[in-house]
Nanobody, 123 residues
Framework: QVQLVESGGGLVQAGGSLRLSCATSGRTFSSYTMGWFRQAPGKEREFVAVINWSGGGIYYSDSVKGRFTISRDNAKNTAYLQMNSLKAEDTAVYYC????????????????WGQGTQVSVSS
C-alpha cells in the first residue's frame, strides 16, 4: 500500500486547463502503475488514464484522448494529469490510484487510492 495525495483541482472555464498532481509516500513509487479515475455526481467511477512504472506504457479513455496527458516523475514520487481543452462533462472528483506492477485500466486492480480532488468546468 502507498499513500496518495492529489492536488491541483479547481474551477475553470470550458476550454481551459488544469494540472493535477498525485504525491506519494514511500520509496517504491517506481514499482507502481499509476492511474487517474473520475466520478461525476450520480455516475459510477470511470477510468481516465494510466501509466506504467517507466512511462513507456500509457492508456487513455476515449473521452479524454488527445486532451489529457498523464506523466510521472519517479525521482519526485509524483504522477501528473495535464488536462487541456476542458469541457463541462469533465466535471468530476478526480482520484489518483496505484497498482503494484501490472498495467491495467480496471479500478478493481488498484489497491491504493487518494482522497480525490474536485474539478469543475463551467460552460
Amino acid at each position: 500500500q502507498v499513500q496518495l495525495v492529489e492536488s491541483g483541482g479547481g474551477l475553470v472555464q470550458a476550454g481551459g486547463s488544469l494540472r493535477l498532481s498525485c504525491a506519494t509516500s514511500g520509496r517504491t513509487f517506481s514499482s507502481y502503475t499509476m492511474g487517474w479515475f473520475r466520478q461525476a455526481p450520480g455516475k459510477e467511477r470511470e477510468f481516465v488514464a494510466v501509466i506504467n512504472w517507466s512511462g513507456g506504457g500509457i492508456y487513455y479513455s476515449d473521452s479524454v484522448k488527445g486532451r489529457f496527458t498523464i506523466s510521472r516523475d519517479n525521482a519526485k514520487n509524483t504522477a501528473y494529469l495535464q488536462m487541456n481543452s476542458l469541457k463541462a462533462e469533465d466535471t468530476a472528483v478526480y482520484y489518483c490510484a496505484a497498482a503494484l506492477g501490472v498495467l491495467t485500466t480496471r479500478a478493481v486492480d488498484f489497491g491504493s487510492w487518494g482522497q480525490g480532488t474536485q474539478v469543475s468546468v463551467s460552460s
